[in-house]
């Protein structure tokens, strides 16, 4: 029995019956919520695209009303038994050796992600833009969640694994907004309660120093390649060699480079989704004259959450999720169409009328200046990242794939041609923004 098959027939035969037996699992609403039994069930894999870390299924469990909890024989025979089909997602760690659980840090992953629906959700406006949760397990190398499947709800990922369009892109800077908006709003005020929720937040990937070698390999080839890249593109007139210089030495430890990044810095932190990318965003498709064009747009998967600044979210999403071809012309419309939508939502949850009353470091400029520090991030994800996206692999948590000079070799090219344009524009708009707010990089 493989690995896929083992934790299908888990969750067929032991998970889901005992959450139903124990009311996790019940009617959404109306008398009977803790009063339901499995009437049928059916478990399969869940195909995606992009990048996953975890195993996921979709199930379908139909409920029925327990004949013991009506009010009399009389209602059951007039009105029946009240039924309800419940449409979950269950993911599901791949089978790991115990030093590979621990350096994916799998368990910190799933407790920021249960933090993330228990605590911070519930505490903001909203709610139906997430995912419902049910629960979590977590075992010495294994651990789970069930949540809801909102492909029912009519939510469906971008058909696009990279290089989004614009009203896909406008959307999700948008929502971020809202998300950053909302998290900045609860910080000035309840600030006890956003303090007790930071505290509890772990580091989910760059508390401990990576042990993948390979891995670390492909990283340190990742700028390289983008300066390469850069040198042979029609920028390569437009950055200076000392700039390009400069950027070298930063990421001669990319791994560092991240570490230092995420360390929270008043006044502008705030809480983060962690991984704001393509793969953990749902959009919806109502514009009836338009069935094509996406209208709202959801974020899931909360498990590298952190408190951090805004930026670690935006960068990672701009750098990975939408392409130079959007960008060249439209990159300050989204940003502040990002902007525009946090300093609204702070403002209506402080009351004040007009976003500019706002403390000065909510300014455009100081979140651009903010943009300018932490492209770098961005960047620095894509730069390895955005390669596995552009041309996919299979990844392995029990054996090493390649050796390190097979992971440098691969780094070179993986992605080909359009990636290395990619990288290239990207060194650019860093130079661009660096240069406009007088900045080294750093």
Known sequence: MNDTTRKEAYVRD??????????????????????????????????????????????????????????????????????????????????????????????????????AYTEIIPALAKT??????????????????????????GWKMAPMVV??????????????????????????????????????????????????????????????????????????????????????????DCWAHSKRKVVPKEPLAVICHGD??????????????DPSKPTQVMMFDFQTLRYASPMI?????????????????????????YHQELTQTVAHIVGVRDPGELPPYFSYESFHRELAEYYSYGFNIASSFLMILHEPMEISFTENLFTEEESIADAWKRGGEPLNRELAAMIYEMYQL???HGLEPV
């Open 276 to 289: 704001y990318l393509r793969n953990n965003m749902a959009f919806r498709y109502e514009d009836a004259k």
């Open 128 to 153: 139906e833009l997430y995912p419902r949760y049910y629960y979590c397990e977590r075992k010495p190398t294994e651990a789970l969640m069930v949540m809801s499947d909102f492909s029912y709800a």
């Open 14 to 115: 032991e998970l889901i019956p005992d959450l139903v037996a124990r009311g996790v699992i019940t009617f959404t609403d109306g008398p009977w919520k803790s009063r339901a039994k499995m009437k049928s069930l059916q478990v399969k894999p869940l195909v995606t695209t992009g990048f996953m870390l975890t195993i996921p299924f979709k199930v379908s469990v139909q409920l029925e009303q327990s004949a013991d909890s009506s009010n009399s024989a009389e209602q059951q025979a007039t009105n029946g038994l009240k039924t309800e089909t419940i449409h979950l997602v269950v993911k599901i760690t791949p089978d790991c050796n115990d030093e590979m659980y621990h350096s994916c840090q799998f368990d910190t992953l799933f407790e920021n992600e249960m933090i």
């Open 434 to 436: 660096h240069t406009k």
């Open 313 to 337: 979210d935006y960068t990672s999403f701009l750098a990975n999720s939408t392409g130079y071809d959007v960008r060249e012309h439209h990159f300050e419309t989204i940003f502040r169409t």
């Open 163 to 252: 290089n989004l369009p614009l009203d896909y892109i406008l959307l999700a800077a948008k929502e971020l907004g809202r998300f950053h908006g909302e998290c900045y709003g609860m910080k000035l005020t309840r600030r006890a309660q956003f303090n007790e929720i930071v505290t509890k937040f772990k580091e989910s990937r760059y508390a401990v120093d990576c042990a993948d070698t390979s891995w670390l390999a492909a990283m340190s080839v990742a700028p390289k390649r983008a300066i390469k890249s850069l040198k042979e593109s029609r920028f390569k007139e437009l950055v200076p060699a000392a700039y390009l210089d400069k950027l070298a030495l930063l990421f001669g």
